[in-house]
């Protein structure tokens, strides 16, 4: 009798220490790096350093067409003394911010030294209710 009473307090001893170490917190909180969801946060997304560099964004407009879909142009702008040749795509988002699967191909834009052009997108059917257009280096 002695010997069962040990016995169950060497097992209450275990099991009290092991869930002390195991303490869990759960299921896991995804977390994104800085600067890898910016695509999410804003409409006019410069993909790289160089192109941050040489590029920005002099305004962006937008409007929705009388068949519902959604027009976006953009003017684009140098910061070179320098031509430069980017390529520029445009990604069309639900209200959500989740995409429509309508995204442009990426298409070539020279911009002259300290130029300014005006670059337009078309979205392809009318879910599109936001959109994120995105620059990068010229391949």
Do not use: H
């Not at 009290?16 to 299921?27: D, E, N, Q, V």
């Not at 969801?37 to 410069?46: G, R």
């Not at 790289?48 to 003017?75: F, M």
């Not at 300014?116 to 997108?121: D, K, N, S, T």
Request: hydrophobic share 40%; net charge positive.
């Amino acid at each position: 009798m002695k010997l069962s009473a040990i016995i169950m307090a060497l097992m209450a001893a275990v099991l009290t220490l092991s869930t002390i170490g195991c303490k869990t917190r759960g299921a896991y909180v995804a977390e994104v790096p800085d600067g890898y969801d910016l695509e999410n946060q804003t409409e006019f997304v410069l993909m790289n350093k160089r192109v941050a560099k040489s590029v920005t964004v002099a305004g962006i407009q937008e409007r929705v067409l009388a068949d519902g879909r959604l027009e976006v142009t953009a003017n684009v702008l140098s910061k070179d003394r320098r031509r430069i040749q980017v390529q520029i795509s445009c990604v069309y988002k639900d209200q959500n911010g989740f995409s429509t699967g309508d995204e442009t191909s990426w298409n070539t834009l020279i911009l002259i030294e300290n130029a300014q052009e005006a670059v337009r997108f078309m979205s392809m059917n009318e879910k599109a209710r936001k959109y994120t257009i995105r620059v990068r280096e010229a391949r």
